[in-house]
């Protein structure tokens, strides 16, 4: 049956699951690890939005995954990645990075600098084709996303200058918005929209601070503005359609 009327559902920041341990915070926007709820475990087809916090000079050490598309954004510090096929990584704000975890991978992410905390937002996609071979891709699009408008990150729709993934349903957009200005997000059957730094206002549903999402069924192009008296926001909108 056709999805016909707009549906936004809003999760506050503070309702997420937390991870605090004595490196890490990690607030996570579905069920992960311990924190299960039956009734949050994915929206379309993403699995996992994690926002960490990992302290200077620790990290991820080395752990497997399998079958799943992960990208990862930066907000604040230096990630180092490094994996079973050989590949290493440093990535910054303004890079976005891809591993297609296919039939296996090890890998390990690791906060870079022995000084300063490092911020990533985390997503988990499902993919469209299972088993296929290990990969890692990165790039770098800081110029382009300052430019204030919506510019694709990760896609499995070609998009030029975006990490390729394997789900030709799913495109990631990010945006940097200075006070005042606004952008319109996709008009997709799903369109989860993230508040990597805010606030923000968007269209029907009011103000999001940051760390809150909006899960949107039968989305319908609403604008998302940063407040005029605000900082600027960042924020990330997975794209999900046929």
Do not use: C
């Not at 939005?49 to 598309?69: C, L």
């Not at 906060?111 to 088993?131: C, E, G, H, I």
């Not at 990010?174 to 005042?180: D, E, K, V």
């Amino acid at each position: 049956m056709a999805l016909t009327a707009p549906l936004v559902d809003v999760r506050r920041s503070s309702d997420r699951f937390l991870t605090r341990t004595g490196w890490l915070d990690s607030r996570h926007s579905f069920s992960f690890g311990r924190h299960y709820d039956p009734e949050n475990t994915h929206f379309g087809l993403l699995l996992v939005s994690n926002d960490d916090v990992v302290k200077a000079g620790t990290g991820f050490e080395t752990h497997p995954h399998r079958d799943m598309e992960i990208v990862t954004w930066v907000l604040e510090g230096e990630l180092e990645h490094k994996d079973s096929q050989g590949n290493r990584g440093l990535i910054v704000p303004g890079d976005a990075q891809r591993m297609s975890a296919g039939t296996g991978i090890l890998h390990s992410e690791m906060n870079y600098s022995a000084k300063t905390d490092v911020r990533f937002v985390q997503m988990w996609v499902l993919p469209d084709t299972k088993s296929i071979n290990p990969g890692y891709q990165e790039t770098h699009i800081s110029g382009l996303i300052d430019a204030g408008q919506l510019v694709p990150i990760a896609s499995g729709r070609g998009h030029d200058g975006a990490v390729q993934i394997q789900q030709r349903a799913a495109t990631l957009w990010g945006a940097r918005l200075q006070p005042g200005a606004g952008v319109t997000l996709p008009d997709a059957p799903y369109v989860h929209l993230y508040v990597a730094r805010g606030p923000v206002d968007l269209e029907g549903a009011g103000r999001l601070e940051e760390g809150d999402a909006a899960r949107m069924i039968a989305a319908d192009g609403r604008q998302v503005t940063a407040p005029v008296d605000g900082p600027g926001a960042e924020i990330l909108a997975w794209e999900f359609r046929p």
